[in-house]
């Protein structure tokens, strides 16, 4: 028998989770560190509520030590300056690293934020390695431009790294979200400082010695692990830091901005959640095929997305028919082990959360929308956090659960007669992240997809995906966009250079 070969069942990975030497230190100029003042925090296991590491909790004395590192980095030219095949060559290895330590990455991702193993071998890993590479690729192949000028001048537009780039990055997907960013900021020569939620921190943390041995000089990658309302704020704050990444609640993504116009008026991109519609009519070409996409696409990742599609907006003819279907797979997902490779709904990240996701679902009876299927915690002798798929029916645009982003596996379901009042709920909420259409009518779902203020909107499918697109939102979505070449508009600066040619 192969020890390094991937388990195949719930014993093989908590064997292979006992065995686990966890790094929990910070990762600054190169070596892991402790926090300069010693703090730690208890990092918790959603699984069971067990400890599994006491993690560095790092302040702005290190958020200043991984700026200083940063910057000394970016100034010196050891990576900002390096020819593009040499970052492509470093970027490359960091994914092919990615992909040689998947069992340990995806074990990490599971332990610390509950999500079934087999998603986190054939999602989220796969995913985060495939970024990293597609932005190492794209490095020389991103051409600058000449302006059209007369004969007499040449005017040159170049794109250059905009310096220090720090993220901020959520629990719910730790190394997706941040590849997202780390890809074309390193791509495009910046030094970066990754600041985990401090709920999953340890694939990131890991991730640092991957990103060294991959060849990234000393200062160009630093992870912060830490609590946001610390580390969080003061890299916010720092007047050397160049650029803020974030994702997160539209809440934190508002003190960005405010942060940002308090200290040196950084660019700040935000990725804020969203309410998503998933509109099916009734003349959808597969209606058991929409019901069956519209149940995965909340309750996939415990509804912890923010693309999740939270609302189900249904045209009343087959409202019933929808319904049931949806239903019936939520009773096919009841949560189990995160270890176990079975399992398709994990652990809620941690109980702060599931309290939160539980009172919303309380909020939900309480205005009077109609429970069909689960609304309690389970699994409780596990000493893990754990909640049913939960469905609403009868739900109305004002009740809290229609308009609120709750971040676990609720769905909320709105009747409406035609597709016109379907847009208009759709649009009814702060958000626009995503939104999508069920209709064989090709005309009438692009003029839906036209008057969905959203700023990703699937017809007849859900949550397709692929990084080539970008990735984004309308409205307190946030502003600008992950993914695609159009992700390195917020990692760079355009400077036009004019050569006067008249003399």
């Known amino acids: 028998m192969n020890d390094n070969a991937t388990p195949t069942t719930t014993a093989g990975w908590r064997a292979r989770a006992a065995a686990l030497a966890i790094e929990a230190q910070a990762f600054i100029d190169g070596r892991y560190v402790a926090a300069a003042s010693g703090a730690t925090f208890d990092d918790v296991s959603p699984i069971d509520g067990r400890v599994i590491a006491r993690v560095a909790s790092t302040d702005r004395a290190d958020v200043d030590r991984a700026v200083a590192a940063a910057r000394r980095a970016f100034e010196s030219g050891v990576w900002s300056r390096q020819p593009p095949r040499e970052r492509k060559r470093v970027l490359q290895r960091f994914a092919e690293l990615i992909l040689a330590h998947r069992d340990e990455l995806a074990l990490l991702e599971t332990l610390d934020m509950g999500k079934p193993i087999g998603d986190s071998l054939a999602v ?16 020389d192949k991103v051409y600058d431009e000449v302006a059209p000028t007369g004969p007499d001048a040449l005017a040159l537009i170049t794109r250059e790294p905009i310096g220090v780039v720090a993220a901020i990055v959520p629990w719910n997907f730790p190394l997706i979200m941040a590849a997202w960013k780390i890809g074309p900021a390193l791509a495009a020569g910046n030094s970066f400082i990754l600041k985990p ?64 116009g308090q200290s040196n008026m950084k660019r700040v991109w935000l990725e804020c959640g969203g309410k998503s519609p998933n509109i099916i009519l009734a003349d959808c070409p597969d209606l058991d095929r929409a019901a069956a996409t519209a149940a995965m696409s909340i309750f996939f990742n415990q509804g912890e997305m923010c693309t999740a599609a939270s609302r189900l907006v249904v045209e009343d003819k ?27 709904l994990g652990a809620i990240v941690d109980d702060v959360q599931m309290k939160t996701v539980l009172g919303y679902i309380d909020a939900g009876r309480s205005e009077g929308a109609a429970l069909v299927a689960g609304g309690a915690r389970t699994r409780e002798d596990t000493g893990g956090y754990y909640v049913e798929p939960t469905v609403f029916a009868d739900v109305r645009q ?15 379901t709105i009747t409406v007669k035609d597709a016109e009042e379907a847009v208009r709920v759709g649009n009814g909420v702060d958000y626009g992240l995503a939104a999508a259409v069920w209709t064989r009518d090709i005309t009438k779902a692009h003029r839906i997809a036209r008057a969905l203020r959203a700023g990703m909107v699937y017809v007849n499918c859900y949550d397709a995906d692929d ?30 250079t004019w050569v006067d040619l008249s003399q």
């Not at 989220?124 to 490095?139: F, G, L, Q, S």
């Not at 340890?202 to 990234?216: F, Q, V, Y």
């Not at 797979?329 to 490779?341: C, K, T």
């Not at 009740?399 to 596996?409: L, N, S, T």
């Open 124 to 139: 989220d890993i796969p995913a985060t390695a495939r970024c990293i590479a597609w932005y190492a690729e794209a490095i």
């Open 197 to 260: 939620s401090e709920k999953s921190p340890l694939s990131a943390i890991r991730l640092a010695a991957l990103a060294a041995e991959a060849g990234l000089p000393d200062g160009v990658f630093n992870v912060l692990p830490g609590y946001g309302q610390t580390a969080g704020q003061a890299l916010a704050l720092h007047m050397d830091v160049d650029c803020i990444g974030f994702t997160g609640s539209t809440r934190t993504g508002k003190l960005m901005l405010q942060y940002s």
């Open 318 to 344: 087959v409202r019933d028919r929808v319904l049931e279907k949806v239903v019936e797979v939520s009773r096919q997902m009841p949560p189990g082990d995160p270890l176990d490779p079975a399992t398709r």
């Open 398 to 412: 004002e009740m809290k659960i229609a308009r609120e982003e709750i971040f676990g596996p609720v769905l909320a």
């Open 467 to 496: 990084i080539t697109v970008p990735f984004g939102g309308f409205k307190q979505s946030g502003t600008g966009r992950d993914k695609s070449l159009h992700a390195f508009d917020k990692y760079t600066e355009l400077k036009t």
